[in-house]
């Protein structure tokens, strides 16, 4: 298992590493947990809408941080890292978004109203 | 911050203090209790006076050999399948007794001889131990022993992480043992019924052994699903690119996805049961803000998925048994691994199906129904497939093509009745009765089907002679009278409105045909006869049956029969490079079967190490200790896993190399075996280790 | 039928072993290996957040979400973790450079203020205890208790594990083995910056709400 890369430093994974790319997922995840901060904190919006922006936001830096920080994409050593991110992902938005939902309208059919707020 | 307990507790003891209570003169568990004793005393005798202290720590226990560690994953699940099917023997005769209210009672019991407690631990133990630490077991065993060979590997990506793997499953199927004689068990179902399982209802330990039992094992069956998936995508030989990848590999890919995926919501739910139990929180209670579907909902997320994990490598045996014994490839290999997926995908998508009655909205029924439907289009791609397979084959029917076909014939059924209960209008009726059970049981009964059928047909290949026949048959068809004789009366009685897990049976109408079950799981009982009979027979005449040449079959078709029966350590002596989907079968066409390689090479390997098996023992004092409240020593445990890891990963010196001319050596070996009719002492097991023979030595280098 | 080349093989030129075996690419199936787990850890937050979603409103009569959550706290946690993810990825270009003094540098620099998210964290949670909003009070409280205690246990064990690679760079150099563990480290580290963005956003500030 010792041969193929003699120097492991020159690993391609090794290579990914970039200055600029985790300055930018710093930037970028930091000032979008600012703006999402101050849009709270100042009630910019009704709730129902600050909700559906900060979930973007969060959306917006993940995505980024994914890119910057494990530089997910196709190339040949990172392929396999895309695709099992690829097939988790959803997993992770169905067990909770479908949660959720199903308890959303089990509140709704089974407490009295006012009781949960739910 | 700890919650309050009832019954004694002492800072160096913890709750061991509540043993001083058990009646240990109860005669089932003192036959149990003598089953193991004796059992294990005659194990304890053998290796003593056969010397075999030594080979058992250097061959088995300590290996890192992933054909090895398949073996002994299966052994696990035998032996726990065991113990699954007596819990099953005393559900049948308790139900068949306990009839009516002029029953006789006896044992303490006011009906048949089991109490209402100790009835609900059985069918407790009886659900968990089937689904987790016999199913699960022997089917990651068997994809551990086949993948690797199947796609030219010299072992997994992690052969030590594998091991670790083994070791965690070992030790939640050891506390389960351990529960039967010291305190007691869950009794709240397998699923673990809240709030039944909180503090307040269930005060012993029992609830207890059941988390820290499934919590530590499917840490391990975590492990083995990043082991088998890295293994698949990093480690194939040349030429098996993804479109050769044979079937069984695929559906191994996909079922661990599901397993990678999904245990640690499993994980979840029982962590937060553990709070709940241990520091008093409020997640699962039924006041103060807790939410007791909640862990319904987050068991099943795990437990529906779990479902498929199990049946899909069950579907990768039966593509790889049925073309052997139709002389054909495979119908539709594309169809096959999309089915693969796509069942792995939907799988996520129906959990609520198993909680329709909750009472969520009508839309939300609505689409876990309908996703639950959708189930049914890629496993009729399936059958139909298998069935063009067979479709103007060369047909024979050895037994693991009986069991193949018992299999299919039980998807079907199985499958039909699946698509009874994804619609919520009869789900609501049936929900909880026995339809339920006997559906689910037809589902896991296709998978253990497909399991001895597997078992069956590689069992050449891993230890290098065939089972017996004639006792093979007499096994498939005493087990298929008592599959229709327990589950036909079983599938009647839920339509007759029987609910599940009745310890006591009003309605004596229903006699008969729990009677009938009675009958059946007395055909079962004889079935076992004949299994280890089998075995025994096998094993005794292995010299007369034992393979000659790689290919057991004579028509197998896939790149684990590329190699000698059984295959040396290291799988193969030169890395195979792959052709064709079926590349044995098309190396056979083309006359091309020598497994004589122009020159040999040195080979790498991983050398053992006791490491994992450390890990797993001092995982079952952690556990043992979190279950009885000692808190020391679940910290020492703790404490000590952790300056274990650390301590290994200082160690330089995990891997060896063999040279070519030892490899050229033992190969030689292999190859004159057949011809010299030597008279090798070739224990169980024997087969994968008879090879290790000479390169034992080089361990010490 | 389709797999089955019709044309003849010359059993003579057909190359039916691999002489040239180059072994695998033993980092690479390392780093596949610790992502899938990683994928494994991020379904224990799936199941975390689910839950997040069904107890966020049951305070059962006890504290509530705006008496316990107090979004502006969380900034000096985020800015400990997200910068501390930052020095760690300067240490992979130290690594990419083969400066061993420059990966031992960043470890520590990240390890300490992984250690100032930890002691943020602390405080947090011990001014809740302080003022009675302990986990045993409601299932909102356990369910917050539970989600952003997980998050710091993942932390503290990255913390060990960095406090080991610094011995083991200091000792064994750039080996094979400790080149794919900072690998490994960095996409487990980083992976914590990433769930923090989602704990800050859908715990902290939608608690604020």
Partial sequence: ?118 | MLVDLQGPWSPIFGRLGLLLDVHYNNPVIFFAFQLVVVGGAIALFWLTCANRWGWLWREWLTTVDHKKIGVMYVLVGLVMLFRGFFDALMIRTQQAIAVGPDSPGVLGAAHGYLPPYHFDQVFTAHGMIMILLAVTPMLVGLMNIVVPIQIGARDMAYPYLNALGLWLTAVAAALVMIALFVGDFSHAGWVGLTPLTELPYSPGVGVDYYIWSIQIGSIGTTLGAVNLIATIIKMRAPGMTWGRLPIFSWTTLASNIIALTSFPVLGVALALLTFDRYIGTHFFTADLGGNLMMYTNLFWIWGHPEVYFVVLPAFGFLSEIIPVFSEKPIFGYVTMVLASMAIGLVSWTVWLHHFFTMGASPGVNSYFSIATMLVGIPTGVKVFNWAFTMYRGRLRFPTPMLWAMGSLFLLITGGTTGMMLSVPAINYLVHNSVFVIAHFHNMFLLIAYATFGAVTFWWPKVFGFKLDEKLGKLFFWFFTAGTLFVFIPMYTLGFMGMTRRLDYVSHTSWQPLLLLELFGIALYSLSVVFFLAQLAVSIRDREKNRVTGPDAWGTSRSLEWATHCPPPFYNFAVTPVVHDRDEWAWRREHGLISLVPDRYLDVHMPKNTAVPLLIGALSLFFGFAMIWRIWWLAGVSLLAIIVVIIIRSFDKDTDYIIPAADIERMEAEILNRGAADETSDAPIGGGAGGALASPRKRDGD | MSSHSVENVDPSNVRLWDYDDHGHDFIGTRSIGFWLYMMSDAMIFAGLFAAHGVYVHNFAGGFTAKEVIHPLNALWPTLFILTSVLIYGFGMVALKKGSRSGVINALLLSFILGVGFLFMEWREFSELAAMGAVPQVSGFLSDFWVIVLTHAAHVFFGLLWMAVMIVQIARNGFSQNNVYRLLNLKIFWHFQAVIWVCVFTFVYLMGGI
Wanted: net charge negative.
């Fill in chain 1, 1 to 118: 298992m010792s041969h193929g890369h003699h120097n492991p430093i020159e690993h391609p994974e090794v290579q990914l590493a970039s200055m600029g790319g985790y300055l930018i997922a710093f930037v970028v995840g930091l000032g979008a947990m600012l703006i999402a901060l101050w849009m709270v904190v100042g009630h910019t919006l009704s709730p129902v809408s600050l909700t559906t922006v900060i979930s973007l936001i969060a959306l917006v830096a993940v995505i980024v941080q994914l890119y910057f920080l494990f530089k997910l994409d196709l190339s040949s050593t990172q392929i396999w890292h895309t695709v099992s991110f690829v097939m988790t992902a959803p997993l992770f938005v169905m067990s909770v978004g479908l949660t959720i939902w199903m308890f959303h309208t089990l509140m709704e059919r089974t407490m009295l109203p006012g009781v949960c707020t739910f």
